[in-house]
């Protein structure tokens, strides 16, 4: 079964070109398999065996990598010797070892609880032309957790609107172009529509939020103005911590989304992310979320009143 000069890196890379994956997945198990050659070539490796297999997976553990990153080398090694085998090309040495405990990610940032988001939404002066368009942008990112970068994008005649939908089309990450779309409702419409009343607008190929600065008015939003306009109305609403970002407003939407009942699925879908397991990491946000609600320190705390 053994070819007579086995060659990891070769028979890496004939692997990698066989998988149906996206091409971020590609550069993933690339860096992964590169990483293993490179590893076993400093440790004199010719031909890999079980105890290789035992070797490497210790030098991850020992070594600062992250679970996260541990787990995602472990899976693209076992998967590489698994298509050996099935390929006859080399046995699988990596059959029966387990991959590399994975634990729940958090994200880095926290998202805002209800209270926070009512209190926020509440903030926003809706007397002026810039209070009425924060209050569209603000709301649209906790109702449907649409990137910065989308709306950014987003022109006014990328709402679409019929008797079955109401939506607005953005460009995916990493898409050439606008294929996918948020749902919207009415409370995430209205206050857009109220917006655009206020506005002098020429054509709908218009930004659908503009620049209200002299030097851009009219123009679009950069994204770094859309999270610097966010994080002074989060202050505005006394939210400030360095651990809540205009991108926590994405992150609440998939919390809140998955608190009232939606399916990781579905999550996954509404916030087009490419795979589940990054879906799965509000899991870990919800768990941060009940750590404190249902702190023991403080019952402790409680108890020795």
Known sequence: MKPEAFDLVKLSVLFVSSCDISPGSRA????ALLRFCRWCESSDVKEPARQTILSYKLWLDTHGFSSF????YMVVVRRLFSWLEENDLYPDVSK??????RYIKSHQKDSLSIKAVQNLLAS?????LIGVRDFAIVNLLIRTGVRLKEISLAT?????INENQMRLWVYGKGRGGKDEFVVLTKESLDPIRAYLRCRELSNSSEPL??????RNYGKTMSTFALSKMVKRRLRGAGIDSKRISAHSLRHTFGVLAIKAGASLYDVQLAMRHSTPGTTEIYLGDIE??????SSPEKKVRDLLR
């Open 28 to 31: 993933t198990y690339k860096n």
């Open 69 to 72: 990153t541990k787990s995602t």
């Open 96 to 101: 029966g070892i387990r991959g590399a405990k």
């Open 124 to 128: 926003v002066d809706g007397s002026s």
């Open 156 to 160: 006014i005649n990328d709402i679409e």
């Open 209 to 214: 939020f503009a620049a209200l600065s002299n």
């Open 288 to 293: 941060k979320i009940k750590r404190a609600e």
